[in-house]
């Protein structure tokens, strides 16, 4: 009997539910809250990747991935061109910056 062909990682297979989505979220959210207002998902991908065994391009998907999950529960706005969009439908350079509390900001 011959054993399985080895298959290589496939960080295109994750859920936002898994460990690595899960710290591609924190890792995301730190970059934001604690070294820029607002970042691009390539800058994501490379700050996730020096602490993982995996190329930043390889991470790509999955840090657009967890940035939609992340604007579709209100925390984050994705923009470009200066406009917000989704990310699922705009194709090159995006910036991701956490969702302003404008609603707080206006009560006050």
């Not at 995301?28 to 604690?34: E, G, K, V």
């Not at 391009?57 to 706005?77: I, P, W």
Request: glycine share 2%.
């Amino acid at each position: 009997m011959s054993a399985a062909p080895h298959r290589p990682f496939n960080p295109f297979r994750h859920r936002c539910d898994d460990p690595l989505a899960e710290r591609t979220r924190s890792c995301l959210l730190d970059l934001l809250r604690q070294e820029s207002p607002q970042t691009c998902p390539s800058d994501v991908a490379r700050a996730l990747s020096a602490h993982i065994d995996l190329e930043w391009r390889d991470l790509m998907r999955l840090v657009r991935t967890v940035a939609a999950e992340l604007a579709r529960e209100g925390l984050l706005e994705i923009h470009q061109n200066g406009a917000q969009v989704d990310i699922n439908d705009a194709r090159g350079p995006v910036t991701l910056q956490l969702k302003r509390l404008r609603e707080t900001a206006s009560a006050n």
